[in-house]
């Protein structure tokens, strides 16, 4: 086995056109090929499951959810506007575009108690357990 030298300026095609691309001329419209979805957390409380995801300059209307055979699916669309007084971007990290996210519900949740609220761009979705789902305090005697 022979040792090769490293060079850091030996560099192929892709590395070097990699190093230059803060450098390229301004972007002025979205990645529309980059699929997002919206970050969720999933939280169980003693009677409920609350779900929040973080749906920014979505609008009420533009949001779907639908309970289907044991599946919560969250559908939606975060369009991208632009302004025409501003002047061009120079980067956009934020995606937009359609979005869809499913989650499979356990059998202690009753889906006909499902209820949802949207406030400051989170959307908070609470799946309700089932009365046999809860926990029972059950009192333990001992015999002499």
Do not use: C
């Not at 289907?68 to 939606?76: A, Q, Y």
């Not at 369009?79 to 002047?87: I, N, Q, R, Y």
């Amino acid at each position: 086995m022979s040792l090769t030298r490293y060079n850091p300026f030996d560099l192929t095609p892709f590395q070097a056109f990699r190093l230059f691309e803060n450098a390229l001329p301004a972007v002025t419209q979205p990645d529309a090929a980059r699929p997002w979805a919206p970050a969720v957390d999933i939280l169980e409380t003693e009677n409920e499951l609350i779900l929040k995801a973080d749906l920014p300059e979505v609008k009420q209307e533009q949001i779907d959810i639908r309970v289907e055979d044991g599946t919560l699916t969250l559908r939606g669309e975060r369009k991208f506007e632009t302004v025409k007084d501003e002047k061009g971007y120079h980067r956009i990290e934020r995606s937009y575009g359609a979005f869809s996210r499913s989650f499979t519900l356990p059998d202690t949740v009753q889906a006909d108690g499902v209820k949802a609220t949207f406030k400051d761009g989170v959307l908070t979705v609470n799946l309700p357990k089932k009365e046999v789902a809860k926990p029972r305090q059950i009192k333990v005697e001992v015999s002499n």
